[in-house]
């Protein structure tokens, strides 16, 4: 019997309903307090509360008594000062949390900053001198395509190796795909496998003046067709660069496999965030997708800023038919009475267009766990403000307002 037949009413009744798809419960309070849960890394499309999700993870793991560092990717200072400090840099500063049984530190990424101290650590200092001087290097660092990237896979595994923090939550970079922060280690390794860089690097390799005759001709015909197209000078910034990072380069190849199969291990979990909208969703099933084809631990799909209504028990339909009544009925109050139904007929609206988005992702993925989190009153910009976010993503599934679990916006229907 297909599903058409399974749901086709007999003559003279109106077709049965499908009952609403089923989302798993994401238990956030759990994963944070398990001992085993070591990094944390926070995922999405732009836009969709990132940044504030993996500061409110922070802080009610460091109350909940772990030792945690949040690195965050969002220059923007209000996390900073939602955190009581006057401004976040490249190095991990404690956050004053009373009461915290824990400790909480917070850290942005500076991507130059990190590479330039790549460059330091592992190279001669006359080497990473000529390095960090050279301009090909100083575009690099800091505008070339995925480097935000890479770079925050880098300060991840530093801060892992330190051993401080026996957790470490990640806010990914606002990039075009979030898929961009899984391809950034491999993408840096087919950099440095590159043709371009292979043939800069040859003659170095090959070793001095015999190394030169051996590779000159061909190296020469390529510097030529290279020096039209980039222009001489760039050529002669780029060979000197990678002539110089030469023997970093197996580091870095190194350094990014460690990091991509740290992100696959026990202990680390990806929380993918997405917001009621039709794009972000779209980002989130392509990301789930993506974790579940590279074999990477999902935790679970965080749908932020959504917009519940007061109370469930007044469809939009009979509110907005009250407010006629009402209206109808005249009297003191009548006006004000049938604009507040109505508001709750717009928010049951909003509400409903919500639930159909996260039952139209959870039907395709039904095996993703969801934690719903309503939207705001308005910026967050203080610990409490953060603690109030902390309680709506880590609280129990049923305690809320309206008593609905907290994987849906609305109850569920039912045939």
């Known amino acids: 019997m297909s599903a058409a037949e399974?749901?086709?009413?007999?003559?003279?009744?109106?077709?049965?309903?499908?009952?609403?798809?089923?989302?798993?419960?994401?238990?956030?309070?759990?994963?944070?307090?398990?001992?085993?849960?070591?990094?944390?890394?926070?995922?999405?499309?732009?836009?969709?509360?990132?940044?504030?999700?993996?500061?409110?993870?922070?802080?009610?793991?460091?109350?909940?008594?772990?030792?945690?560092?949040?690195?965050?990717?969002?220059?923007?200072?209000?996390?900073?000062?939602?955190?009581?400090?006057?401004?976040?840099?490249?190095?991990?500063r404690q956050v004053d949390v009373p009461g915290a049984e824990g400790e909480l530190h917070a850290m942005m990424l500076d991507m130059k900053r990190t590479f330039d101290d790549i460059v330091c650590a592992h190279?001669?200092?006359?080497?990473?001198e000529q390095i960090l001087a050279n301009p090909f290097y100083q575009a690099l660092s800091s505008s070339f395509a995925g480097t935000q990237e890479y770079m925050a896979m880098e300060k991840l595994g530093q801060l892992r190796a330190s051993e401080q923090w026996d957790l470490i939550i990640v806010d990914t970079p606002p990039s075009r795909s979030a898929l961009d922060f899984l391809d950034a280690p491999n993408r840096m390794s087919r950099f440095l496998d590159?043709?371009?860089?292979?043939?800069?690097?040859?003659?170095?390799?090959?070793?001095?003046?015999?190394?030169?005759?051996?590779?000159?001709?061909?190296?020469?015909?390529?510097?030529?067709?290279?020096?039209?197209?980039?222009?001489?000078?760039?050529?002669?910034?780029i060979s000197a660069f990678v002539s110089?990072?030469?023997?970093?380069?197996?580091?870095?190849?190194?350094?990014?496999?460690?990091?991509?199969?740290?992100?696959?291990?026990p202990g680390t979990w990806f929380v993918v965030v997405a917001t009621p909208e039709p794009d972000a969703l779209r980002e989130a099933s392509y990301f789930v997708d993506r974790l579940s084809a590279?074999?990477?631990?999902?935790?679970?799909?965080?749908?932020?800023?959504?917009?519940?209504?007061?109370?469930?028990?007044?469809?939009?339909?009979?509110?907005?038919?009250?407010?006629?009544?009402?209206?109808?009925?005249?009297?003191?109050g009548a006006e004000l009475a049938a604009g507040a139904l109505r508001v709750h007929a717009d928010r049951m609206a909003v509400a409903s267009r919500e639930q159909r988005l996260a039952d139209r992702f959870t039907s395709a993925h039904p095996e993703v766990a969801v934690r719903t989190v309503p939207a705001a009153a308005?910026?967050?910009?203080?610990?409490?403000?953060?603690?109030?976010?902390?309680?709506a993503l880590t609280g129990p599934d049923g305690d809320t307002p309206t008593g609905v679990p907290r994987t849906r916006i609305l109850p569920a229907r039912r045939s």
Do not use: W
Request: charged letters at 25%.
């Open 123 to 128: 190279s001669t200092a006359e080497r990473a």
């Open 194 to 237: 590159g043709t371009m860089i292979r043939l800069l690097t040859a003659p170095a390799r090959a070793g001095g003046r015999a190394g030169m005759r051996l590779v000159g001709a061909g190296f020469l015909v390529f510097s030529r067709i290279i020096s039209k197209v980039l222009g001489g000078q760039l050529l002669r910034d």
């Open 378 to 391: 308005g910026d967050v910009h203080d610990l409490d403000g953060l603690r109030l976010m902390a309680d």
């Open 244 to 265: 110089a990072l030469d023997t970093m380069f197996g580091g870095f190849r190194e350094r990014a496999t460690a990091t991509y199969e740290l992100l696959r291990r």
């Open 6 to 92: 399974a749901t086709e009413a007999p003559a003279g009744r109106p077709p049965r309903s499908r009952p609403a798809p089923q989302a798993l419960p994401l238990d956030l309070e759990e994963l944070i307090r398990d001992p085993d849960t070591r990094i944390v890394v926070c995922c999405g499309a732009g836009g969709v509360g990132k940044t504030t999700t993996s500061a409110a993870l922070a802080l009610a793991a460091a109350e909940a008594g772990r030792h945690v560092v949040v690195l965050t990717i969002d220059p923007a200072r209000r996390l900073a000062q939602s955190l009581g400090l006057v401004e976040l840099d490249n190095e991990p």
């Open 294 to 332: 590279e074999e990477m631990p999902l935790g679970g799909l965080v749908l932020n800023r959504t917009h519940p209504p007061a109370t469930t028990v007044l469809t939009a339909t009979r509110a907005d038919g009250a407010a006629e009544e009402v209206l109808e009925a005249g009297g003191a």
